[in-house]
């Protein structure tokens, strides 16, 4: 198993910053180092930069990767391209992760003036096309949502950039091993990484592919602090968004995304309660200190730098990738660096 870091903008770090965190995973011994993206700053620009600064360290540098980008912003030709530079720079050490995003959502759609898509058919399309791209080869494909008649990436020799997919239900794990490099998850437990394993290997199998050639990376968000109950509240916080969504669902859209990841979990009971506070007014902090400490142990980590690493591994267990996704308990560097330590690869055996 190989052990990241993952770093967000949530942290309010400088660019300055990011580049010191990048050489510190590369003197702890981290092999790699991702983000996330949304409409902030471009993802492979920060993995390039991180990756520059880690050669401070490690002559060749550490891996870096996104994980993931929501496909609505780029065409295919566009991640080829950005990706299969990166892997040019890098010599090979960039991993690019590709994700529906909020594609499912009709607010996210109207943003775009996208019509109503398969979130699948959609990713389907954008693996095909993005994975021959990076192989070097002349593609031709005319799907739901992208057509691209006889295009070719530029860049010789071919980058040959591993493509993860973002995946959380059945489909889409099944889709990762049939037509992706890897999967990336977030917010498992180690049952839920079992299961999403399963569900790879069953794709890649009627794909006639091997399944070990498909791989698990997963966040697993990690939040220390010497007060615990900072780092509970912190942690519950960065809980939120995914685990409720940002308003309370419908029934409908209980059944999509990370709602209905975290009801699969068994949580369901639970975020119905902590919907019921919201919809009675209840202040953001209010909920965030009602969330059951059994749901965030459950995916992830908060307390004393001491029981980080042990918790981790656990929850490791299983992945190919395990990223240390850092959740600051107070501002500024050094929650963030505390938390890097307190997971460091030897004390991760």
């Known amino acids: 198993m190989d052990f990241g870091v993952g770093l967000d903008g949530t942290l309010g770090l400088s660019v300055q910053d990011e580049m010191e965190m990048s050489r510190e995973a590369a003197r702890l011994g981290y092999t790699s180092i991702w983000t996330p993206e949304g409409t902030g700053q471009d993802s ?8 520059s600064a880690s050669r401070d360290v ?14 609505m912003w780029r065409s295919p030709m566009a991640f080829a391209m950005s990706g299969g530079t990166m892997s040019q720079v890098t010599g090979g050490r960039f991993y690019m992760g590709i994700g529906a995003g909020g594609v499912y959502q009709p607010r996210a759609r109207q943003q775009t003036g996208m019509a109503r898509v398969s979130a699948l058919e959609m990713m389907r399309d954008y693996l095909t096309v993005i994975r021959g791209l990076v192989a070097g080869e002349r593609v031709t494909h005319e799907g739901e949502t992208v057509t691209l008649r006889g295009g070719r990436l530029g860049i010789r020799p071919a980058p040959n950039t591993p ?21 990336s998850l977030n917010w498992c437990d180690s049952e839920r990484v079992a299961w999403s394993r399963e569900r790879v290997d069953d794709g890649a199998r009627k794909a006639g592919r091997d399944p070990s050639e498909v791989k698990l990376a997963e966040y697993i968000r990690v939040c220390v602090d010497d007060d615990e109950d900072a780092a509970r509240r912190a ?49 953001r902090e209010e909920v965030a200190d009602a969330f059951p400490a059994e749901l965030l142990l459950k995916v992830g980590y908060f307390g004393k730098p001491a029981g980080a690493a042990a918790h981790f591994r656990a929850l490791a267990e299983g992945l190919d ?17 505390a938390a890097i330590r307190a997971c460091r690869p030897e004390l991760l055996g």
Do not use: K
């Open 44 to 51: 492979f620009q920060v993995c390039n930069y991180r990756w």
């Open 58 to 71: 490690v002559p060749e540098g550490l891996h870096t990767g996104i994980s993931v980008s929501p496909v």
């Open 163 to 183: 493509v993860y997919l973002g995946a959380l239900g059945p489909r889409m794990l099944e889709l990762a091993g049939e037509a992706a490099d890897g999967a």
């Open 235 to 283: 942690f519950a916080l960065s809980t939120m968004n995914y685990a409720l969504g940002a308003r309370v669902p419908t029934e409908r859209q209980r059944q999509l995304g990370y709602r209905a990841h975290f009801e699969r979990m068994g949580f369901t009971d639970a975020l119905r309660e902590l919907d019921e506070m919201r919809s009675n007014g209840a202040a």
């Open 321 to 337: 990738i395990a990223m240390v996704r850092v959740v600051a308990a107070r501002p500024g560097v050094d929650s963030t660096l």
